[in-house]
């Protein structure tokens, strides 16, 4: 980081473009905001066939909402179907504690009606945790649905369940098993077992049907996610939280792809689906839908106001009399902590999302991760990774620093040239190319280092916004969460000071009015860098103090070695 016009123009422009994103997820859809709430009625996108007549496709939550639309020509093979969906937190429930999660699940259809994350809290040293799963009102709904369905009565998410006990604590197992029963009254019998592990957010899901009728009994697994999404926080400059993507998310197998619930080809959704999940996501947390693996299932998204539906429903299974089968599938719920998701599902760890640099955001929060590991604090393993980088730069660095060294000893004959052609400036120009090319020296040499770190930057910006690894981590002193700007903006004001003695080791601009805005630029920016997270502040304070200390070694050497030659 030697030439400071390169520098600071493209940091600048990088902060422009950081803020526009935030501006256009705050501001941009705006407009379509009020269409979403003319969105496609309920069910029209059901599927063919029985299995979507008997899973109702309404959004609400009120016993009094009018009946779901049947698919054409479905309503007399599935003559079980319910037509609203109750009020699930009225229902009884089991109430489930781990040492990660404290739960809440409707006996009215195993329904996930409440999930806090002990682990997070929703404001640093507060003791209220982060809740996920809410039932409490239509502004906060947030339910995820799983049920068999088929032709005729089946374990939907409007059935009831019963359970041996309504209270389970995990206490020092390594796993907690919580089994709801169903059954039909005619032979067959159906448990729905959940299976919540030590530390892990994943739950795993299996049912279990035991046949004992005289006839084969069809039924084919799904799960709903149902939310409403609340739009982004607005900010008038910039917004951290309202910068990372909210809501639905699928993977197909192959691709990642984020969906908008305004959007009306998203809205349409409906494809099959292999090794795949569908989730819904939100700053530094996820829900998650993992079908089992090898499975052929439909992925499907509704939207209706600020409120979506993104369901899977898979394969419709015969089991026939006299015989067992299982169906089941994998669910989380929690923070994107990268290595729980990796082993969750297929490529789930990819809803930590670090867009367009993930191909170097991904290697840098492995190495961070690797050095916090060695010292157990994200503040120090930023320095350190920092500095990592600035050895691996080295090389490029120290030939930009020798040439920005070199221009400074040539600043008073750049000068006498100034005089000599101020009133011509093209023999101006020809007379400095000409001093350059004897000197051996290349002007734009300063830019190459800083072209490629600037992706870096970028890149430890989605690092520090969307690793729930470092949400309220703490550095030190004032310094509690690296996620979060610098509270006194202590921080921004060391990067000014910085900025300003790395201008004054570097050669002045020869144009006045330029040097004289190149000047200010070290306090332009640390004001607006201000209001990024105090880790991207670290980072820069860290490279540039490292950047000073690299140039002024350089000139040291460099101004010693002209004077010897002088001598």
Request: some cysteine; charged content about 15%.
């Amino acid at each position: 980081m030697n030439n400071p016009r390169v520098m600071v123009w493209l940091a600048f422009a990088a902060v422009l473009v950081l803020n526009y994103e935030a501006w256009v997820h705050d501001y941009g859809a705006a407009d379509n905001a009020a269409a979403t709430h003319a969105a496609a009625p309920a069910g029209a996108h059901a599927t063919s066939g029985n299995l979507d007549s008997a899973v109702p496709q309404t959004f609400s939550t009120d016993t009094t909402a009018p009946p779901a639309a049947a698919a054409p020509g479905t309503a007399s093979t599935a003559p079980n179907a319910p037509s609203a969906e109750p009020a699930v937190s009225a229902a009884p429930h089991v109430h489930v504690r781990t040492d990660v999660l404290d739960m809440d699940i409707s006996l009215q259809g195993g329904t996930l009606q409440k999930a806090d994350l002990l682990r997070y809290p929703k404001v640093k040293g507060g003791t209220e945790p982060v809740r996920l799963m809410n039932a409490d009102s239509e502004d906060s709904l947030y339910l995820l649905k799983t049920g068999l369905a088929g032709p005729g009565e089946h374990p939907t998410q409007f059935a009831t369940f019963t359970a041996p006990n309504l209270d389970y604590v995990l206490g020092r197992a390594r796993q907690l098993v919580v089994p709801l029963t169903w059954t039909d009254g005619h032979g067959v019998t159906v448990t729905k077992t959940f299976t919540f592990h030590r530390g892990d957010y994943r739950i795993d899901l299996l049912y279990s049907v035991d046949n004992r009728s005289s006839a084969p009994w069809q039924a084919a697994i799904y799960a709903q996610i149902l939310r409403y999404d609340p739009p982004s926080a607005r900010s008038m400059f910039f917004n951290v939280e309202g910068n990372a993507f909210h809501g639905p998310a699928i993977y197909d197998g192959t691709k990642y792809r984020k969906l908008k619930i305004d959007n009306a080809d998203d809205r349409q959704l409906a494809v099959k689906v292999s090794n795949g999940w569908l989730a819904a996501l939100q700053h530094h947390f996820v829900s998650a839908i993992v079908p089992a693996a090898d499975t052929t299932n439909r992925f499907t998204l509704s939207a209706q106001g600020r409120q979506f539906q993104l369901a899977t429903m898979g394969s419709l299974r015969s089991v026939a009399p006299d015989t067992t089968a299982t169906f089941q599938e994998t669910l989380f719920v929690g923070p994107k902590l990268q290595a729980d998701l990796e082993t969750a599902g297929p490529r789930l760890e990819l809803v930590a999302d670090y867009g367009v640099l993930t191909i170097i955001a991904r290697p840098l929060f492995w190495l961070l991760g690797k050095v916090h590991a060695l010292f157990g604090n994200w503040g120090v393993a930023i320095i350190v990774v920092t500095f990592l980088l600035k050895l691996l730069f080295y090389p490029l660095s120290e030939a930009s620093g020798k040439s920005m060294a070199k221009m400074k000893t040539l600043s008073p004959r750049i000068k006498n040239l100034q005089e000599t052609y101020k009133d011509d400036k093209e023999k101006l120009g020809r007379a400095m190319m000409e001093l350059y090319k004897r000197e051996k020296i290349n002007p734009v040499a300063g830019c190459l280092p800083i072209i490629i770190q600037i992706p870096v930057f970028l890149a430890f910006y989605w690092v520090l916004l969307e690793s729930v690894e470092m949400r309220q981590a703490p550095f030190v002193g004032w310094i509690n969460d690296l996620s979060s700007r610098d509270p006194y903006f202590i921080l921004p004001a060391i990067m000014a000071g910085a900025m300003l003695v790395q201008y004054k080791l570097n050669p002045t601009p020869p144009d006045p009015i330029q040097a004289k805005v190149f000047m200010i630029m070290p306090l332009v920016m640390s004001v607006t860098f201000a209001f990024f997270p105090a880790g991207l502040v670290l980072y820069w304070v860290t490279n540039t103090l490292l950047s000073i200390a690299q140039q002024w070694n350089i000139n040291r050497r460099i101004g010693a070695a002209a004077a010897k030659k002088t001598a």
